[in-house]
Structure formats: structure tokens, C-alpha cells
């Protein structure tokens, strides 16, 4: 089990990481999902020991590890630009770190082939990374990373270099290669969707504080707050000006009854919604119609980002198939009201949307 108890790092008189608290035990899938600069990296290299915390400690199975060494650690790190030496062959590419920690020559075959084969490199071990594939070279490096034994391993965006049909191969494989080497993964993506792929549990990560950390499905449909939901869709979350009074809930210029809203104290709120729920057509008996100005569209082949203003709020819908729209023309875009949230002055959720609490 590794703790985080009240770490945080400050540097040229900037907070990096503030105080947080982090508990990720054996054999769990982690995720640290947050934009660039939101502390992820940052974060990483604490639970590494590449860097020492300003405050706080960390615990690695009840010993106190934040003094250690990197290399006393059971610790292994894949990058962004994942790294292999091109003179070796992917076999001594995987047996380098045993060859470094002298270990016996038939404990290096045993685990090199046992590793390879998790990995699926079998048959390239006698091939040079430059002969592989960019998702075989990434495979390879995560390799040499797991073929320690590693008791933590981080993955620092390690897709992100790669195209759309490779990301999408080890998207699929890494939960498979986490199940079989049941060590402790923590995995960093800016993208919700990769989060929600890899499933396990996510920490949201905004200006280098952790807003919620939980199992993904739950902080997916339940954030804790309008930051946390923001950081868990992309596009962002949509928001705009929402009122309860009464028996009534006023959504812009809109009224709906207050249904699952009924025990919230009247007052102002914000309503939030995610992209995927916005619509061009009437979808159900419920939805409600906004009112909006077209500021441009981006197709993508098989869905359309719409970007249109309602009054002071800027939206961003996303919507099945490919719509040729003028820029600047009125149109209107269509909500269920089950799939808003409500937050209060301070941010908090005040209320989950309904579809999020009946999933």
C-alpha cells in the first residue's frame, strides 16, 4: 500500500502540489486525470522519490520512504516518450534493469520470456526496437518497466505520442498486462475518456490539488464539485444560471418541476451538463429547448462539435453524424433535464444529475 500523508511541493515560491492525502493499495488500477500543468507529473515524481515533498510523508507499506532513494525503491516509470536502447535487442532491451541488479543469468531468461510473453513480444525479442512497431517499441519499454517486479509503477501519458489505432490497442491491453502483474499501476491522462477506459479508480487533479479520488464510475457521475466535473468531461462541462423556488427549478428561460431536486433549499444555482447530452433534435417527451447563436462547428467525420453562445455562457454540444450549420445562425439545442447537475454558490454539488444516480 502506498500513502500520501499530507505531501505537498512548493518550488521558486509556487505551489506544485498542495497537501494531499492518497491512499492507492496493492493491486489497483489508479488514474490521474487533470489538463497539462494541473500537477499530474508532479505528483508522480513524489510517489517515485524523484523529488522530495515540502511537507507531509510518504508510506510504502507502513515504512517511512520519503528519504529514500529512487533506486531503493520498488519503483518503475514509463514516459511520455517512452525510451529503448536502439543497439540492443528487445531481449536485452527487457533484461537490462536484472543485468543492472546482478541477479543470475537463468532468473533473467525465466523472467525476460515471462515478461515478453505478457507483453506479447515473443517473437520480436531478437529484433532491434527500430524494427518494431511504435506500439511494439511501447510495449517494450513498458516491459523493461515491469520485468523488475516493481511494486509501483507509473505511467506518465504514455499513449500520448502515439496515433489513434495504437492508442487504442494498449488502451485495451494495459488493463490486462495491471490484472497479471498485480503490482500498484497509477496511469496520467488529460483525456476523460482514456480514464474511463482503464476504468480502476481516478484522482482528478486541478492546479496541482486533488479534488476527488474514488472508484472512475462513481466520480464520473457523482463529482464532488463543479471542478471536478469540469476536469471529467471533454469537451468541459456546460453551465448556466439556474434558480429553485418553490416547487419550480428555472433553467435559463426555462421551468421544469422539481422532481429530484424537491429537498434543495430555494436560491440561485449553477446547472451543469456534459456535451454528449446536448442535442439538435427533441430527444423524449422532457427535453427543453435553448434558444442559441452558432459561433462555429468542427466535424470530426462521424460527430459534430457544435460552439454556441446562451446568453453569456458558452456551449460546446457534441452530436451524432456531420451537420454543414452557418455560422451565426439562431438555433436550438435541446437538454433532457435528467442529465443536469446542480451546483451551489461555492461550487459544491448541491445535487447529482438523475440518470448519473440511477446508472
Not at 491512499?23 to 517515485?48: E, I, Q
Not at 439538435?280 to 434558444?291: K, Q, S, Y
Request: net charge neutral.
Amino acid at each position: 500500500m502506498l500513502e500520501l500523508q499530507g505531501v505537498s511541493r512548493s518550488a521558486g515560491g509556487r505551489m506544485h502540489i498542495h497537501p494531499t492525502d492518497l491512499t492507492l493499495r496493492k493491486g489497483t488500477m489508479n488514474v490521474l486525470l487533470g489538463p497539462t500543468l494541473s500537477g499530474k507529473t508532479s505528483l508522480m515524481r513524489l510517489m517515485a522519490g524523484l523529488d522530495q515533498p515540502s511537507a507531509g510523508r510518504v508510506v510504502w507499506d507502513g515504512q517511512d520512504v520519503t528519504g529514500m532513494r529512487v533506486q531503493d525503491r520498488g519503483v518503475a516509470m514509463v514516459y511520455q516518450q517512452f525510451i529503448n536502447y536502439p543497439g540492443l535487442t528487445v531481449y536485452e532491451n527487457i533484461a537490462s534493469p536484472l543485468r543492472i541488479m546482478g541477479r543470475p543469468a537463468n532468473e533473467i531468461d525465466r523472467k525476460v520470456r515471462e515478461t515478453a510473453e505478457m507483453m506479447r513480444l515473443t517473437p520480436m525479442l531478437p529484433r532491434k526496437p527500430l524494427e518494431l512497431s511504435g506500439g511494439q517499441q511501447q510495449r517494450c519499454a513498458l516491459a523493461r518497466a515491469l520485468v523488475k517486479g516493481a511494486g509501483l509503477v507509473l505511467l506518465d501519458e504514455p499513449l500520448a505520442n502515439l496515433d489513434y489505432k495504437l492508442r487504442e490497442e494498449l488502451r485495451v491491453e494495459i488493463p490486462r498486462i495491471f490484472e497479471a502483474s498485480g503490482a500498484i499501476f497509477v496511469y496520467a491522462t488529460t483525456e476523460p475518456e482514456e480514464a474511463l477506459l482503464l476504468g480502476g479508480h481516478t484522482a482528478t487533479l486541478w492546479e496541482g490539488r486533488v479534488t476527488q479520488f474514488g472508484p472512475t464510475p462513481q466520480v464520473y457521475r457523482q463529482p464532488v464539485d463543479a471542478t471536478t466535473a469540469r476536469v471529467f468531461s471533454d469537451p468541459p462541462m456546460n453551465f448556466m444560471a439556474a434558480r429553485k423556488q418553490g416547487g419550480q427549478i428555472t433553467l435559463g428561460d426555462q421551468t421544469i418541476p422539481v422532481a429530484g431536486f424537491a429537498a434543495l433549499p430555494d436560491g440561485a444555482y449553477r446547472a451543469g451538463f456534459r456535451a454528449n447530452h446536448l442535442h439538435l433534435e427533441r430527444h423524449g417527451d422532457h427535453a427543453l429547448g435553448f434558444r442559441c447563436k452558432l459561433v462555429v462547428t468542427e466535424i470530426t467525420g462521424s460527430e459534430t462539435f457544435i460552439h454556441a453562445d446562451h446568453g453569456p455562457d458558452r456551449w460546446v454540444g457534441l452530436v451524432e453524424g456531420v451537420h454543414d450549420l452557418a455560422r451565426r445562425q439562431e438555433l436550438t439545442l435541446w437538454l433532457d433535464p435528467a442529465h443536469v447537475y446542480l451546483f451551489d454558490d461555492a461550487g459544491r454539488l448541491a445535487a447529482p444529475a438523475a440518470y448519473a444516480v440511477a446508472a
